[in-house]
């Protein structure tokens, strides 16, 4: 069924409540999941509610948790989840690295003891709203092996980047770093069809096109070994840097029960106008811009993300009549 974004976020925001989140935490969260519905991220949306409402209920994330900042110099801050939900502490670190980006030219925030961060596209798209050049990094429960390996070691660990373009929305890259989503191997084995191989290992390790032998494998890397050691750097930035833990650490989202996961994430924030000029490097994105958008099929970046963004704001979005109930129902706790 289609409903507003208002109430969407409403719904969100009444059954995070009902299942333990505070009223920043399940406002917070309820923002983000509402955004990245309207985004086209389905997955990081609305469909994360149950979820969300069980790790709640079954402690596995802390609802009356506040953030708080635990260390600080200069430009580089740590922000402390305190086990609860992800966007309180994403929020308080988006708006530390914005104010010390400027003051600083460059800023890195860390998220310490943290959870499932959803959407990482929308934080950087916001701060490239500000003229801010962003990155983000999170770890998640292991899925996929180092090079070399067989056994489950690190997350599919996403990237996400916007870069602010004078008079036009900003370049926004989103990624994670599998090769493909483990959504995608789930549906195939409840389908009883193959997967292409490439897309995981089973758990000695060897190339399996058996979706089965895949979920009790590994993912595979985007990009083979170099995937891999690209998922190994963000391990590394968000855990290492943060005191966080690494995704073998942390117990599967695929299951209600488990361990708080205590993951970490990264803002890397940068002013352009510390290095060669806010109209210099305008000037350099708009170059690049034009090269790209010379050849006839070539989509910037973000610019999906953007229309589906609009539409949501004026039409609305769709989300099943199953999930509709499913909140409604959570809502009624």
């Known amino acids: 069924m289609r409903i507003s974004l208002d109430d969407a976020e409403a719904l969100a925001r009444t059954a995070l409540a009902a299942a333990g989140a505070g009223p920043d935490m399940a406002a917070a969260t309820a923002r983000a999941l509402a955004a990245a519905e309207a985004a086209g991220q389905a997955g990081h949306g609305l469909s994360r509610v149950p979820q969300y409402a069980a790790f709640l209920s079954n402690g596995r994330a802390d609802g009356a948790a506040v953030p708080r900042i635990v260390n600080e110099r200069g430009g580089a801050v740590l922000v402390d989840a305190r086990h609860g939900l992800a966007y309180p502490a994403l929020a ?143 391990e590394l930035l968000c855990c290492a840097l943060t005191g966080a833990a690494f995704g073998f650490e942390a117990d599967s989202f695929f299951e209600d029960a488990g361990n708080r996961p205590r993951l970490g994430q990264a803002l890397l924030v940068v002013d352009p106008g510390a290095l060669a000029g806010t109209d210099a490097f305008a000037a350099r994105i708009e170059t690049f811009v034009a090269a790209m958008t010379a050849e006839d099929g070539v989509r910037l970046p973000g610019s999906r993300r953007d229309a589906l963004t609009a539409r949501a704001a004026s039409d609305g979005v769709d989300i099943p009549d199953a999930l509709h109930q499913r909140l409604l129902a959570l809502s009624a706790l």
């Open 92 to 234: 308080l670190a988006e708006a530390e690295a914005a104010w010390r980006a400027r003051a600083h030219g460059v800023a890195f925030a860390g998220v310490t003891n943290s959870h499932h961060s959803g959407a990482m596209g929308l934080p950087v798209a916001r701060l490239a709203g500000q003229g801010l050049v962003a990155l983000a990094f999170t770890n998640s429960p292991a899925a996929m092996p180092v090079p070399g390996g067989a056994r489950p070691l690190m997350g599919t660990n996403p990237i996400a980047a916007a870069f602010p373009r004078r008079g036009g929305p900003p370049l926004v890259i989103d990624m994670a770093l599998s090769e493909v989503a483990r959504g995608k191997i789930m549906v195939a084995a409840k389908e009883g069809r193959p997967i292409p191989e490439g897309w995981a290992v089973d758990a000695l390790g060897r190339p399996t096109t058996d979706p089965k032998a895949a979920l009790s494998g590994a993912m595979l890397a985007m990009g083979g070994a170099k995937g891999a050691l690209l998922a190994m750097v963000v």
